[in-house]
């Protein structure tokens, strides 16, 4: 019962966010305050929900991109085969992550044109580095005598990768899954400065024509969603966690 | 010993064959704007180098498939890299109609390329050498120097990005400087509040979780809101406080950026602190009340010392990530490398996102590559200590 308090807090959260993203204007009078006396105060040259949805479409396709060639590249290395590439993914994970997002979202522009694709390949890229380093480590920190006792009953090097390596290991990539949304719905927002359709769209909108209301409701609406999706990942990493106690 | 194939060498291999012999070398356009025509090594040199260069790339192709000794390979990937940029500052001159100031020469994708996989093989080779964190600042200091020297011997003059950087050398500087204030400027402030609030939640529980979820929070904003979240606020206290607007407070501009930025420094220097002074061994501190050391001698002669590795990495996380971060205060007028970024965006002049772009990555890297080693010696310091 520890947890029912967030629990309604976050339905609160929820319930509002939707509320808001539907009939936006039933908030009007709250943001009104904040703008000059002709100025609108909701978003107007769009809508939120739709910015909304493809803000989260991008944000969750560069993810799961980014999650199926970080787990692939992980489960190369920590195998025998790949054991040579390992030290220098140790250091390129740690190299990628002083790249500003910023520039790789600036950089990618020529290569690809404007609109969503720099924005796609930016967070494809940056989604990487925390999903491979945790599964770096979620699959060569096994105990070694599971490992061992996999290998004993006969399993076949694909068995013990799938029925044992992964599934333990899990929680771990799902923790750097999780880190990798939450850094990706934030920086999302910048790709609108490259014409990306995003929530980042109402942000910019909003400091171009002084609108504090705008910038306002961009901000929270990115922040809120980022709370209620870390949250979501955590929880289910705490179920599986469990699980794999129970078992 | 029989010849013996390097797995990671085929795929550095690959890309270096790509990048030399398939993909075009320099770009060249006849004015700023004009899409760019690719020219390959051989037109893109003058004759012999580009023959040259071909060869000492299908040598090195060679060289990096077989196994070879590790400190061999980071020699050739360093000469490789020194030989490639003092190319490209060749073809620039080469390609350049004499005379002609509109014409423009940039690297292409097969100098990137080509680039980025003697990259690889340096780094790979840093890698599996295990440097001690003196030689890997001393090696830095080697590459910024070389780096210095070429930008100061001319050679690279041709090249669009400069000639970005020539006509607007004074702004960069002031754009520099800005950058560097913003980035280090907020780190030092958040380890001004930080630290003690650490220590404060340290010592007082009850505090800790309220604190960490705040700031947790305050991560989750975009940036680009925060900073525009907080114009209103300082605009405000500009007005309505004494003597803060002479102070510089004003609602756009560095200010907003400034505080933005202290804002998410916060969590890594304030959870880094706690990390760290939770993990300061019970018995170090009980031989120290052993010996009568009062609190505050503890706080500063023990705990702080033992916490000082985990608190250097949320500070290394912070620096990082300040200087990544202070390119978006361009977009509330607060200056730094994003307003080339910016600019460059705006006007599709990918030269001078570049002009913005490469001073930003390298002054990140340079902060990581120094902080890392940093931690590494105090982490042997402790260990020596103990």
Redo the contacts between chains.
């Keep these: 019962m520890k947890r029912f308090l967030p629990n309604l807090l976050r339905l609160a959260a929820l319930i509002l966010l939707i509320a808001f993203l539907v009939h936006p204007e039933l908030f009007e009078p709250l943001l009104k305050p904040?703008v000059q006396a002709n100025a609108p105060a909701i978003y107007n040259q769009g809508s939120l929900l739709s910015l909304t949805l493809s803000h989260l479409v991008t944000v969750f396709t560069a993810t799961f991109a980014a999650t199926l060639v970080a787990v692939g590249l992980a489960v190369l290395v920590t195998r025998p085969?790949?054991a040579?590439?390992l030290?220098?993914s140790?250091?390129?994970v740690?190299?990628g992550?002083?790249?500003?997002?910023?520039?790789v979202l600036?950089?990618a522009?020529?290569i690809v044109g404007f609109g969503e694709k720099p924005t796609l390949i930016a967070l494809f890229l940056y989604g990487l580095l925390p999903v491979f380093e945790n599964a770096m480590t979620g699959l060569s920190t096994l105990p070694k005598a599971i490992v061992e006792a996999a290998r004993g009953t006969g399993m076949t090097a694909w068995q013990q990768l799938t029925r044992v390596e992964l599934p333990l290991a899990l929680p771990v990539i799902l923790a750097g899954i999780r880190l990798s949304v939450?850094i990706s719905?934030?920086?999302a927002?910048?790709g609108s400065?490259?014409a990306a359709k995003t929530?980042?769209e109402v942000?910019?909108a909003?400091?171009q024509s002084n609108n504090?209301a705008f910038?306002?409701q961009?901000?929270?609406v990115?922040?809120v969603l980022?709370?209620l999706i870390?949250d979501a990942f955590s929880a289910v990493e705490r179920a599986l966690a469990r699980r794999a106690g129970r078992v | 010993m029989g010849f013996r194939i390097?797995?990671?060498g085929v795929v550095i291999a690959a890309l270096l064959a790509y990048g030399g012999f398939l993909a075009p070398f320099a770009n060249f356009r006849a004015n700023r704007i004009v899409p760019g025509e690719a020219r390959w090594i051989i037109e893109a040199l003058p004759a012999g180098y580009g023959a040259a260069l071909l060869a000492f790339i299908a040598v090195a192709i060679a060289l990096i498939l077989l196994k070879t000794p590790t400190l061999f390979r980071l020699v050739l990937g360093l000469v490789a890299l020194l030989a490639l940029a003092v190319l490209i500052g060749v073809s620039a001159g080469h390609l350049t109609p004499p005379e002609n100031t509109y014409a423009r020469v940039s690297p292409a994708s097969g100098f990137w390329l080509s680039s980025f996989a003697f990259a690889?093989l340096t780094?790979?080779a840093?890698?599996?050498l295990r440097l001690s964190p003196l030689a890997r600042i001393g090696l830095l200091l080697a590459v910024a120097a070389t780096v210095a020297g070429l930008l100061v011997s001319g050679i690279w003059d041709g090249l669009s990005i400069l000639k970005e950087y020539g006509s607007r050398a004074e702004t960069f500087w002031l754009e520099a400087g800005r950058h560097v204030v913003l980035a280090l400027g907020s780190l030092a402030a958040a380890c001004l509040v930080g630290l003690p609030l650490g220590i404060l939640c340290h010592r007082v529980p009850s505090l800790r979780a309220g604190v960490l979820n705040g700031l947790n929070?305050i991560q989750?904003?975009?940036?680009?809101?925060?900073f525009?979240?907080l114009?209103?606020p300082l605009g405000w206290i500009a007005l309505n406080v004494p003597g803060a607007s002479a102070l510089g407070i004003r609602g756009i501009g560095a200010a907003p950026a400034f505080v933005a930025l202290f804002l998410y420094s916060l969590l890594p220097v304030v959870a880094n602190t706690v990390v760290g002074l939770a993990g300061v061994p019970r018995d170090a501190n009980d031989a120290a009340r052993g010996i009568g050391m009062t609190g505050r001698q503890r706080l500063f002669g023990v705990e702080l010392p033992l916490a000082f590795p985990v608190i250097l990495t949320g500070i290394r996380i912070v620096l990082?990530q300040n200087?990544?971060?202070a390119?978006?205060a361009a977009?509330?007028g607060g200056g730094g490398f994003?307003v080339f970024?910016?600019q460059?965006?705006g006007q599709?002049a990918?030269d001078l996102?570049?002009l913005?772009?490469v001073p930003?990555?390298a002054l990140?890297?340079a902060?990581?590559v120094v902080l890392?080693a940093a931690t590494e010696l105090s982490n042997s310091k402790r260990g020596r200590a103990a």
């Design positions: 904040l085969v790949g040579e590439f030290p220098l140790r250091s390129l740690n190299i992550q002083t790249f500003p997002p910023v520039a600036a950089l522009v020529p939450t719905l934030a920086t927002t910048i400065t490259v929530l980042g942000i910019i909003g400091l504090l910038v306002l961009g901000g929270v990115v922040a980022a709370v870390y | 390097d797995k990671l690889l780094a790979d840093l890698a599996r929070i989750t904003i975009p940036s680009i809101a925060l525009g979240l114009i209103a990082v200087i990544g971060l390119t978006i977009l509330i994003g970024v910016f460059g965006i599709t990918m996102v570049l913005g772009a930003t990555v990140a890297f902060a990581a890392d």
